[in-house]
Structure formats: C-alpha cells, structure tokens
C-alpha cells in the first residue's frame, strides 16, 4: 500500500539556522500539507499546496517558512530562521479533495 | 472557525474492554477522519467517514453529520490499542485543511 514518507525522522538544529524538511507524497495525490504539533499538543494546519501553489496557509505560516515541489515528486517544508518555538513534530500529508493521509513525521529539536 | 470536542480526554482500559470514543463538532461537515497516534508518534489512518458507519476489524466508526458527532468504537482491546486518538474535520465550507480535536489519550492495561 502507498504511503507518504518524511525524511529525516529526527531533526537536531541550532537557532537561527535553516532547516528542509523533505516528504515524498502519494504518487497520484495532488493536495499536499504541511501540518505540526508541539509537544503534548494537537495538530494544528500549516500550509495546504495544489497545482503547484499554495492554497491554504495558517498564521503560524508566517515569512520564515516556505514550501516547494522542486521536482515533481518531493515536497518540502523550510524554515529560514529557526526559534526554539520551532521545535514539534512536523507531519506531511497528501490527499485526494477530502482524505488526507499523514507520514510519520519529523521531529525538529531547535537548541 | 470549526470547534472540535473530543470526549473523554483520558482513557484507561483492561485488556479485552471495549470503549467508545466520542467527536462532536460545531459546524456542518462534509469530511471527518479518525487518527491513531501511536506511542512513535505516528499518525496513522483509521478512518474517513463523512456520514454512516465503517468497521475495521475490531474498530468502528459512525457520524451522524445532522448532529454533529461521530463515535468511535474499540472492541476487545489490545495493549497495542494504546496511544492518542484524533477526530478531524475541515475547518470550514470550501477548505481542505483540518481541524483537529485535542484527542483521546488510552491506556491498555495487561
């Protein structure tokens, strides 16, 4: 069965450093998100992504984050700046127009 | 934007028990999905039900759209069975980002 995959499991990065964030979504899905959760909370929406823009972003998408499909495949998350507010699990997800199916995550320790 | 109330926020079960877990939204849907967090942090899928009833082996789900709730059902519980449980809904009419409840923290107990 297909599944959304996120590189690297667990991220260590010192403030004020940029970090990438790499997911590889369902082959034949075309909505791609981005969404966090901070330690002991819940998963709150960061951005949404279709035909190759985005469609949907949250306030905590603020100037320091961007997303990109560089190559038709991968779909990535940057933080420009990191703060130590950054630091939570970062999942990627990929979906049809309703369902959404969510990768492992990666876990971003900002020092 | 969308309210989502997930009930109770702490379960703890003895092997074998069946529980019921309880969403209930503030606003009309047209999209609901349940989630598992494992103890990893995973999130894994465990059902897309907009309306009516599913089963999957020994969980179940059933939303009734009309008054804003779905239920989910864990039979004869595993250890296994452990971890959070999301309730998510789109956040209003025309978006596809979701809401999350706070979830549902069980425990299986041996």
């Known amino acids: 069965e297909p599944e959304v995959t996120q590189t690297p499991s667990h991220q260590v990065t010192q403030m004020g450093q940029e970090v990438i964030l790499r997911c590889v979504p369902i082959?034949?899905?075309?909505?791609f998100y981005w969404y966090r959760q901070i330690l002991g909370q819940k998963v709150e929406f960061l951005v949404s992504f279709y035909n190759n823009e985005i469609s949907e972003k949250s306030e905590i998408f603020d100037d320091q984050f961007s997303v990109e499909r560089p190559d038709g495949s991968n779909f990535t998350l940057k933080i420009r700046s990191t703060k130590l507010e950054d630091s939570a699990m970062y999942f990627c997800a990929s979906g049809s127009s309703y369902e959404q199916y969510f990768g492992p995550g990666t876990r971003l320790t900002v020092t | 934007g969308i309210q989502v109330e997930q009930s109770p926020p702490d379960l703890i079960l003895q092997e074998g028990a069946n529980s019921t877990l309880r969403c209930n939204f503030s606003d009309s849907v047209n999209n609901l999905q349940w989630f598992h967090q494992n103890p990893w942090g995973q999130l894994i899928n465990l059902f897309y039900?907009?309306?009516g009833t599913k089963q999957n082996g020994r969980l179940s789900a059933t939303t009734v759209a009309t008054e804003r709730y779905s239920l989910l059902y864990i039979s004869s519980s595993q250890t296994t069975d452990s971890g959070v449980y999301f309730c998510a809904v789109p956040t209003g009419a025309g978006s596809y980002q979701l809401t999350f409840g706070k979830g549902t923290k069980l425990s299986v107990i041996p």
């Open positions: 082959s034949n899905h075309l909505y």
């Open positions: 039900i907009p309306s």
